[in-house]
């Protein structure tokens, strides 16, 4: 009877470790895919101040200047 015990102690023991197994892998596999998404925009991010960088002073404030002149209060 104790032998049997023991038994149904390990197996039960080996269940809950493949379930906390299973759960860790699809963490793992969620963040891995959070890792690419932010990879990805912080990639498309760099792009974005790349092209403003290139683009003349003059521009960009006049660009600032129409859209503060478009610029609503909401209340």
Known sequence: MEEQENI???QTR???IRQESRALSYRIE???E???DLTQEKND???R?????????KEL????DEAL?????RV
């Not at 101040?49 to 002073?57: G, K, N, Q, R």
């Not at 404030?61 to 600032?64: A, L, M």
């Not at 002149?69 to 209060?73: D, F, P, V």
């Open 34 to 36: 959070q890792r690419k």
């Open 61 to 64: 404030i006049e660009g600032v």
């Open 14 to 16: 080996l269940d809950m």
């Open 8 to 10: 149904e102690r390990i």
């Open 69 to 73: 002149a478009n610029l609503s209060i």
């Open 30 to 32: 969620r963040m891995t």
């Open 45 to 47: 991010l760099k792009d």
């Open 49 to 57: 101040l790349e092209a403003v960088s290139s683009i003349p002073t």
